[in-house]
C-alpha cells in the first residue's frame, strides 16, 4: 500500500506536470494559466452548490429518522473533489468535476464499492432507523456481536 501511494504521489505530479506543459505548448502559457484559473473558480463554485445540496439531504436524513450513510459518502467526495480541483493540472481537474456531478458521484461510488467488497459474494446490511437517545433510551438487547472474513473465490 505504502509502494502504491508513493508511486501516486510521484507519477501524479509529473503526469501532470508533463500535460500542463504540452498544453502550454500547444496554446502558449497565457491560456494554459487561464484556464487553471477558470477551472479553479468553477469547481469552488460548483463544490459549495454541492456541498450545500449534500449538507442539506445529510439533514433530512436525520430529519427522517434514517442513517445518512449516502448523504455521508456524497460530502466526503465532494471535499476530495475540492481538494483535487485546487491541485493544478487536468487528469485532478477530470476527476474532481466527475466527483461533484450527482452522476460521476454514483458512478465512482459503484466503482469503488465493487472493488472493496469483491471477495464477499454478497454484502446484506438492515439496519434499524436512527433514533434519538433523549426519546428512547438504548437497548443493549439487541446488539449482537459479529466477525466478518473475506473469503477468496476459487475458479
Not at 84 to 111: E, S, Y
Request: net charge positive; aromatic share 8%; hydrophobic share 50%.
Amino acid at each position: 500500500m505504502l509502494l502504491r501511494l508513493l508511486l501516486l504521489f510521484i507519477t501524479v505530479p509529473l503526469v501532470e506536470l508533463y500535460l500542463l506543459l504540452q498544453l502550454a505548448d500547444v496554446t502558449g502559457a497565457g491560456p494554459t494559466f487561464l484556464l487553471v484559473i477558470i477551472t479553479g473558480i468553477i469547481g469552488s463554485w460548483l463544490a459549495k452548490r454541492e456541498g450545500l445540496i449534500a449538507w442539506q439531504k445529510f439533514q433530512l436524513a436525520l430529519a427522517e429518522g434514517r442513517m445518512p450513510s449516502r448523504e455521508i459518502q456524497d460530502g466526503l467526495m465532494i471535499v476530495f473533489s475540492a481538494a483535487l480541483l485546487l491541485t493544478p493540472g487536468l487528469l485532478t481537474d477530470i476527476v474532481g468535476f466527475a466527483m461533484l456531478v450527482p452522476v460521476g458521484r454514483n458512478l465512482i461510488r459503484r466503482f469503488v464499492l465493487s472493488r472493496m467488497f469483491r471477495g464477499f459474494g454478497s454484502v446484506q446490511v438492515h439496519t434499524t432507523t436512527f433514533e434519538s437517545t433523549r426519546l428512547h433510551p438504548f437497548d443493549d438487547s439487541k446488539t449482537i456481536e459479529g466477525r466478518a472474513t473475506r473469503r477468496e473465490e476459487v475458479g
